[in-house]
């Protein structure tokens, strides 16, 4: 069990570019989950999946945001046409089974728009 | 929908001394409570949970919690501070089903040698 990773770690860009993230859940775990953190405030959730089928989306999650998981194991969340309010802390967490509260978090990807 | 408050931003303590962070949630029904904490650089771990049952709550690193119904609260402790505890707190509340928690904003725990 080598815990949630997140790749990349940093990312710099230009406002108006496309950014992707990866997220690696914990293996097996069935249940992935999406959130944003700005400086200074708690995480905020965007949305998760459960297997590859996304079932809630945050309405901070804009038409900009999309995020997958297709064959249920690792996730990708894209931002096209970045904004400087974009610039955050994007982790992953992870769940499984019976204890599907216990979210595993990742380190996170730190993303900052020029 | 749910919400937490964590009054305070920052806490400065003396290593050795104890601690006690503050959380109130606003939630209609019995709520799921979280306490997680945040190093630089490191992804949230968590630090215990509150489901049902027995109100106070054991942690890792030698925290506990005490879920208080009649004051919307549930506050972490910790009888004797290490300086390696500096970190970021969070407590969260979540729902039952999706088990979403939502976050407060967070105290910075500093620790004085």
């Known amino acids: 069990d080598t815990g949630v990773s997140q790749d990349p770690r940093h990312k710099i860009t230009k406002r108006g570019q496309n950014v992707t993230f990866r997220c690696d859940p914990i293996?097996?775990?069935?249940?992935l989950y999406w959130y944003r953190q700005t400086l200074g405030q708690g995480p905020e959730f965007l949305t998760y999946f459960q297997n590859e089928a996304q079932l809630e989306k945050s309405r901070l999650l804009s038409d900009r945001f999309s995020a997958e998981r297709p064959k249920g194991s690792f996730s990708t969340l894209e931002i096209q046409r970045t904004e400087q309010g974009d610039s955050a802390m994007y982790l992953c967490?992870?769940?499984?089974?019976?204890?599907?509260?216990?979210?595993?978090f990742g380190p996170g990807t730190r993303l900052l728009v020029l | 929908a749910q919400s937490v408050t964590q009054p305070d931003i920052h806490i400065t303590v003396s290593e050795g001394a104890s601690l006690e962070l503050r959380c109130n949630y606003s939630?209609?029904?019995?709520?799921?409570l979280f306490w997680y904490v945040q190093s630089p650089g490191q992804g949230l771990q968590l630090l215990l949970k509150y489901f049902s049952g027995d109100t106070l709550v054991q942690g890792i690193k030698g925290f506990e919690a005490e879920f208080k119904r009649s004051q919307s609260s549930f506050n972490l402790r910790k009888p004797s501070v290490h300086w390696s505890d500096a970190a970021e707190y969070f407590c969260a509340v979540g729902a039952g089903g999706s088990y979403i928690p939502t976050f407060g904003r967070g105290t910075s725990l500093i620790v004085h040698p």
């Open positions: 939630y209609g029904a019995t709520p799921y």
């Open positions: 967490a992870s769940s499984q089974g019976l204890s599907q509260e216990t979210q595993y």
């Open positions: 293996s097996e775990h069935n249940r």
